[in-house]
């Protein structure tokens, strides 16, 4: 898209354009990390823009927040893209969930514990159920709100609740996970206690 396309008459930012600008890179991401071809990532990511942006008016006045049916349509086109290649989706263990959840438990500054950890995290995820696996990576790799993550798995938000948080409490629980401590965070006390 154009700048030029992103402005109706008047100056008013065009609302097509702005979801295009908020959401592409991540649509490609997603797509990129389920075919693993940079430049078809790209191409799946246009023709599932040229779909939903066709209907666009719809998605709008139906969903309270339209990404869940981007990411439908992306998943659909994928699926189809399979079809047409001849080719059967690769499934491994994590899809990078693996990764970014080490990021997110540890900060740690030396290579070789970073790299354990990791170990130690694919081992424990690779547990997991493929449906909490799924939840896992859409809410915390492709950064899909939990409406989204629900109207992508056809299930409701407190599904999604459900799904991620057995999935942490699971992963918590892990024999691999036992010997790192767990990261302290911010707790409704501590804010009570900033406050006063």
């Known amino acids: ?45 246009q023709e599932t823009w040229i779909a939903f942006l066709l209907r666009f008016d719809h998605y709008q006045q139906t969903y309270d927040n339209p990404v869940g049916a981007l990411f439908v349509i992306a998943r659909r086109k994928i699926a ?19 990764e970014r959840l080490a990021q997110i438990a540890q900060d740690r500054p030396d290579v070789i514990g970073l790299a354990g ?11 997991l159920t493929p449906r909490q696996r799924e939840a896992l990576q859409l809410r915390y790799v492709d950064g899909l709100d939990r409406p989204a ?15 991620t948080s057995t999935a942490v409490k699971t992963l918590r629980a892990a024999q691999d996970l036992v010997s790192y401590p767990p990261r ?13």
Do not use: C
Not at 4 to 13: F, L, S
Not at 85 to 97: A, I, M, R, Y
Not at 149 to 163: F, H, N, R
Not at 184 to 196: D, L
């Open 117 to 127: 950890l990791r170990l130690d995290l694919s081992r424990a995820v690779a547990r």
């Open 149 to 163: 993550v629900a109207e992508l798995m056809g299930i409701t938000v407190d599904g999604v609740k459900k799904l």
């Open 80 to 98: 189809d893209w399979y079809q047409t290649q001849d080719k059967v989706p690769e499934l491994s263990g994590d899809d990078g969930l693996g």
């Open 184 to 196: 302290t965070t911010t707790t409704s006390r501590t804010h009570r206690e900033v406050r006063k």
């Open 1 to 45: 898209m154009t700048s030029e396309a992103g402005h109706e008459a008047g100056g008013r930012t065009d609302p097509r354009a702005a979801f295009y600008r908020a959401y592409h890179p991540q649509l490609v991401g997603y797509i990129q990390r389920r075919i693993a071809d940079n430049g078809e990532a790209e191409a799946l990511a």
